[in-house]
């Protein structure tokens, strides 16, 4: 791999002794001692510069960046659909923007009334009895799940359940999840249509088994055919039935996981509802759970604690549940960042805009598996959800997943997610979402298939990709095993 010499300048270098973007106002208070001379230092490292130079360099790091507003991003689970920027002027209002957890109830009615149609709407969207909104994202809404499933056999006195059940196909966070609550993690294998084994499931259920955690539609993008059967056979040995709700995004207005039989799921607002996430934006991971679960949720929920008339509107408050499992979270999720932004969006779209959505989402993906198929080995090949999974090699090449990834970045495409699910050899999942039209598909489309013809012809094009882009090929091994978090202080820093 090359090595990569880094030559931006830093702040510090755009340093200037003197220079400054700032003019203190004079003082309206009395001055008041320092502290003690051992406590102060002399200087601090901080660099010296004008509004504009600072503007200036980081617009230019910006230009770096590659982001759903500048391009085609297929990162397949990851649904990288365009965030729509009405959401951000929704959420700056100055109402939502400029409030505290902590006031006082009646001074935040306009927010409590958001939160509780949210628990409504998504209690709608997805057929179950109960919802909280806050858990922080994904993962820590399947903790919150787990937690659920572990207090609901508890609380009936059933004590031995210690297993669940997580099939090959699943997102790698559900068996952590699990794990993290102690429990071990019996794996099912995937059948030769991307579905769970029956008769691996039916041989693993039994007393011990707190429940079974289903990613549906799973990692390969498969809708299993026989859901309502796998369901059954987990309830009909005690087990509950946790649905990963990251992928609802191909099902919203279409089929519904609590209407199935799912006993307790969590959405990824970010994902599904079109919030800015990846590179640290706000997740949001709402939980629903079914009727014989709703005791277990957290505290607090969003209720109405006095009836409107009339004339008067609802008082909205925090209410408890009877058998809660506690706090998953200081105060109540992530309020601006992740639920105004998908509240806003589910109100702009309505009900058959968000079935829209989930239409437009699978048939996408399927045009672009369609238009593949000849070129890429699809190893579970039938009609896909709102993404797929393509293997990245060649019979007799030596061009893998990751070349093929790189070279795209020359196209200017942001490479799909790869090397996962680890079912597929030199994976590459691709969920174009549905917010690009035929034109964005097809360019992509013919992207790939040029690649495929390069890796035939000039297979070291592809091993030293990215060539377009202002850094080359990274070791990512080293970039991660040898993280260098500070390298924005000066050289001769010390905090000592
Ligand atoms: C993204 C994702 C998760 C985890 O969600 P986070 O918000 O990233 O924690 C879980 N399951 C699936 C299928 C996902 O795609």
């Known amino acids: 791999m090359t090595d990569v010499k880094i030559v931006e300048p830093t702040i510090f270098d755009l340093s200037s002794p003197g220079r400054t973007g700032v003019t203190m106002p004079a003082s309206d208070v009395p001055a008041a001692d320092l502290p003690p001379q051992h406590l102060l230092r002399a200087d601090l490292p901080l660099p010296e510069l004008a509004e504009v130079d600072v503007v200036r360099h980081y617009m230019h790091l910006s230009k770096f960046n590659y982001s759903v507003d500048s391009g085609f991003y297929p990162l397949g689970s990851c649904t990288m659909k365009y965030n729509p920027k009405i959401n951000e002027d929704t959420c700056r209002l100055p109402g939502f923007l400029f409030t505290h957890p902590l006031q006082p109830i ?6 409590l009334a958001l939160m509780y149609t949210m628990q409504e709407w998504l209690k709608e969207i997805s057929g179950f009895a109960a919802v909280t909104l806050q858990p922080a994202a994904g993962a820590h809404g399947e903790f919150c799940g787990v937690l659920i499933m572990r207090a609901y056999h508890k609380s009936r006195g059933d004590h031995k359940r210690t297993k669940m059940i997580v099939p090959d196909s699943a997102h790698g966070t559900n068996p952590a999840s699990a794990g993290m609550l102690g429990m071990s993690i019996v794996v099912i294998p995937s059948d030769e249509r991307g579905n769970v084994d029956l008769e691996k499931l039916k041989a693993a259920c039994d007393d011990t088994v707190v429940g079974m955690m289903l990613t549906n539609p799973n990692t390969l993008g498969m809708f299993d055919e026989h859901v309502e059967e796998i369901i059954k056979i987990v309830h009909d040995c005690g087990g509950l039935m946790y649905g990963d709700g990251a992928n609802l995004n191909a099902l919203l207005g279409i089929v519904r996981p609590g209407d199935l039989g799912f006993d307790v799921m969590h959405f990824n607002l970010h994902k ?4 800015p996430h990846g590179g640290g934006g706000p997740g949001s991971g709402p939980v629903g759970v079914a009727e014989r679960l709703a005791d277990f ?9 006095e009836e409107g008339d009339e004339e008067e509107p609802p008082l909205f408050g925090f209410v408890k549940p009877e058998k809660s499992i506690g706090r998953m979270k200081a105060f109540h ?7 105004v932004r998908s509240f806003t969006y589910i109100a702009m779209h309505g009900p058959d805009g968000l079935k829209d959505v989930s239409q437009y989402a699978v048939l996408n993906a399927n045009y672009l598996q369609a238009k593949l198929r000849d070129t890429y080995t699809i190893p579970y090949d039938r009609i896909c959800m709102h993404e797929f999974v393509a293997e990245g090699r060649f019979e007799g090449s030596d061009v893998r997943a990751l070349d093929i990834a790189k070279r795209l970045m020359d196209y200017n495409f942001h490479p799909p997610t790869n090397y996962f699910p680890l079912i597929v050899h030199e994976a590459l999942m691709i969920e174009p979402t549905e917010t690009e039209n035929k034109d964005s598909l097809d360019a992509f489309a013919d992207a790939l298939i040029k690649i495929a013809e390069e890796s035939k012809s000039q297979p070291e094009l592809l091993h030293s990709a990215p060539h377009i882009t202002p850094f080359g090929r990274m070791d990512e091994v080293k970039a991660a095993r040898e993280l260098v978090l500070c390298c924005w202080l000066p050289e001769n820093y010390s905090d000592q």
Not at 333 to 339: D, M, N, S, V, W
């Open 297 to 305: 949720l957290p505290e607090p929920l969003v209720g109405i604690i």
């Open 333 to 339: 999720g992530h309020f601006g960042g992740g639920l």
């Open 272 to 275: 599904t509802f079109a919030v």
């Open 106 to 111: 009646e001074t935040v009615q306009g927010n």
